[in-house]
């Protein structure tokens, strides 16, 4: 198994610009997650789906999208970015409360 | 979900048992305590976690205080590979059901710091 794959690891973006996160796990857990971390502080959670077609918002959901077509999919949307989106992103997929993350994506947005 | 409280740092000798404390004196009678830790950007990592009695697996053991206001994550024999940002979380287990079961919270935890 895999676990659970983000890409990309690394991404520079300009104001206003729009990009995907994606997050792939292949554990088939129903729960995922994203969350942010800035420099510092702890982790916080942007948005989480409890399977294929059910999301809601987390503590800072505003300027990010997600959907969930599909068990091992949870991508993460930016609509239009903003310098206070960067940050180190981390999805997570969970089984019985058990979180399990993947390794990351920074974002820098300029 | 209740609040915790941990020291913000902590050093521990190599070989040595490092002890982390957590207060989480608000926790009610369904809400489990979770221990994840944070090695240097890396995605955080799951340790254990218990509802009232102590745990043991191969990473660590977790004692909860028999009125389960407080914590303590044992590292038995830490090794520099332990230093990490370790996070003491409280909330409702998976059994608990619903929609927010997998909501984990995380505070500021504590940078354990394991010397030569």
């Known amino acids: 198994n895999a676990g659970v794959t983000q890409t990309p690891k690394f991404q520079v973006l300009k104001t206003g610009q729009s990009m995907t996160l994606q997050c792939a796990q292949d554990?088939?857990?129903?729960?995922m997650s994203w969350y942010r971390q800035d420099p510092g502080m702890g982790l916080r959670l942007i948005h989480y789906s409890v399977g294929a077609g059910i999301t809601d918002q987390g503590e800072v959901p505003n300027g990010y999208n997600v959907s969930r077509s599909t068990t091992e999919d949870f991508p993460l949307r930016l609509l239009s970015a903003a310098p206070s989106q960067t940050s180190v992103y981390f999805c997570?997929?969970?089984?019985?409360?058990?979180?399990?993350f993947g390794s990351g994506t920074q974002l820098s947005v300029l | 979900d209740a609040k915790t409280t941990q020291p913000p740092s902590m050093d521990c000798a190599e070989g040595r048992a490092a002890n982390l404390p957590c207060n989480h004196s608000t926790i009610s009678g369904n809400e489990y305590v979770y221990w994840y830790r944070q090695i240097h950007s890396q995605g955080p990592q799951y340790i254990i976690h218990?509802?009232?009695n102590n745990e043991t697996n191969e990473m660590a053991s977790l004692i909860i205080t028999e009125d389960r206001k407080s914590s303590t994550l044992i590292l038995p024999h830490a090794t520099l590979r332990d230093t990490a940002v370790y996070y003491c979380?409280?909330?409702?287990?998976?059994?608990?059901?619903?929609?927010?079961?997998?909501?984990?919270?995380f505070g500021q935890g504590t940078i354990l710091t394991v010397h030569p």
């Open positions: 554990m088939n857990h129903e729960y």
């Open positions: 979380i409280v909330r409702g287990g998976w059994e608990a059901g619903g929609t927010s079961y997998g909501k984990l919270t």
């Open positions: 218990g509802l009232k």
């Open positions: 997570a997929s969970s089984l019985r409360g058990k979180l399990f």
